[in-house]
């Protein structure tokens, strides 16, 4: 406890704990206890905070109650002394503005309950350095425009993950750029009681919220509502699918696609932040705990599943399973992997060009086999002769064994084998035609060059044994 003389009037005093909350107070008592810890200045009539408040420094003070005061005013200074201030109130209360670096002083602020004022104008530098803060309450203002650079990158409010805008005079909100930001921030981004127009983007970003069962979407399906354009008629913003005038759709997740051999990156989009105890489902139902499939599916460090060299069958629904503080999450993200490579050298094929293509190659190789087919043996080839006499049928009695342009196995392709011994038929010599040669002595004799009129060239240029 502390001692008699150290506790302010009318307050009460327990431990490092002060109440001077329903004291009828007009400004903040003095001297503070330097152990106070927790200040509660509710329920007074404190309307100005000025940088003197706390003339000595309080480090420990970690809690500051000053709602319900009609507190008008806080001086950009009032919170120098009190660095390690983590909870500060100043609901209910007649604040207009939020003036530049107004809580800058406070780098491990938390929570900052600011609702139920009369708040019109945020300064873009009012929150600057409040690197630690997780939520902060701005509902039951005037605020018309939303302020986007609270949330944009994450730069300014890096932890933030409450926002509440409820009740205000909000009547357009960035639905796209909303939806782009992560889900631990968009998820508890709390709207309703605010004259919105309808709109199928915002309609969409609230319908997601609803199937992931949000609670600033699923507590407050009846304050959101927003105005229909024309008719200005009040409906509810969940019920805008499929009704006019906008007949709007529902959303639907994007499906990331990749090519063969792409490497890809699957983000677990979930709302709970700085979870560890995470893990991926594939579509066949495999878990991926770390590394797996010789490293080509690898668990980040951040809790996203990374694709490497993609594979047809890489194709479905992956499922993120997350294990938060208070309940269970699953992510899911579809991925199409496409049957060809993005920058391969057959892109530029489709079905139907191939299918022509190879049907022209096809006629080509027909008719080079048909009438381009080169002759084996050069020297076989002669003018075509008319059929000879069928007088002369009896010493070709053998042409039905004629082979094909080629002769027996090892003989010179111009040379044949006759049973004549003569110089020839008729002994005639025809004109351009080769000169008769004079026989061998002997039971056979060859000729090396055939003899135009011999009954072995009846049929063209085919050498024939006879």
């Not at 005038?245 to 932040?273: F, I, M, Y």
Request: charged share 20%.
């Amino acid at each position: 406890g502390s001692a008699a003389g150290s506790c302010p009037q009318r307050c009460v005093c327990a431990s490092n704990l002060l109440s001077c909350s329903q004291a009828n107070l007009s400004v903040v008592p003095a001297p503070l206890p330097r152990f106070t810890a927790v200040l509660d200045l509710s329920h007074n009539n404190v309307t100005r905070l000025r940088a003197d408040w706390a003339p000595a420094r309080l480090p420990h003070l970690h809690a500051l109650l000053l709602s319900h005061n009609g507190l008008a005013f806080v001086s950009t200074e009032a919170f120098t002394h009190v660095p390690r201030l983590r909870h500060l109130d100043l609901s209910s209360n007649r604040l207009r503005t939020l003036d530049e670096n107004l809580f800058s002083d406070l780098g491990e602020l938390e929570v900052l309950l600011l609702y139920n004022n009369e708040i019109a104008t945020v300064d873009r530098t009012a929150f600057e350095n409040l690197g630690r803060l997780r939520k902060l309450y701005l509902g039951q203002n005037r605020i018309a425009r939303f302020p986007l650079e609270l949330l944009r990158e994450g730069t300014r409010l890096p932890q933030l993950a409450l926002l509440d805008l409820s009740a205000n005079r909000l009547r357009a909100v960035p639905a796209g750029e909303l939806q782009a930001l992560p889900a631990w921030l968009r998820d508890r981004l709390y709207l309703h009681n605010n004259p919105l127009n309808c709109d199928c983007l915002l309609f969409q970003l609230l319908d997601r919220g609803r199937r992931r069962h949000l609670s600033a979407v699923e507590d407050f399906q009846e304050e959101l509502r927003c105005a229909l354009p024309g008719t200005g008629a009040q409906v509810k913003i969940l019920e805008l699918a499929g009704k006019q005038p906008l007949n709007c759709s529902k959303a639907r997740e994007a499906v990331l696609e990749a090519h063969l051999g792409d490497t890809v990156t699957l983000g677990c989009d979930s709302r709970w932040q700085g979870v560890r105890s995470r893990h991926w489902v594939t579509p066949g139902g495999e878990r991926v705990l770390g590394d797996g499939g010789n490293g080509s599916v690898v668990l980040l460090a951040n809790g996203s599943l990374q694709l490497r060299a993609l594979r047809p069958e890489d194709t479905g629904t992956y499922s993120c399973w997350v294990a938060g503080p208070l309940l269970n999450e699953t992510v899911y993200v579809e991925l199409l992997v496409h049957n060809f490579t993005l920058h391969g050298p057959h892109d530029t094929l489709n079905t139907a060009y191939t299918t022509l293509v190879g049907c022209i190659l096809s006629v080509v190789l027909v008719l080079i086999y048909l009438y381009l087919t080169p002759c084996r043996c050069c020297c076989c080839r002669g003018a075509e002769k008319p059929p000879a006499p069928r007088d002369d049928s009896i010493n070709s009695s053998v042409l039905s064994t004629t082979p094909n342009h080629a002769g027996g196995a090892g003989e010179p392709c111009g040379s044949h084998v006759t049973s004549s011994a003569g110089t020839g038929q008729n002994g005639r010599f025809k004109g351009g035609g080769s000169p008769p040669l004079p026989a061998r002595q002997g039971p056979k004799a060859q000729r090396k060059v055939s003899d135009p009129d011999s009954v072995s060239s009846v049929f063209s240029d085919t050498p024939i044994v006879v």
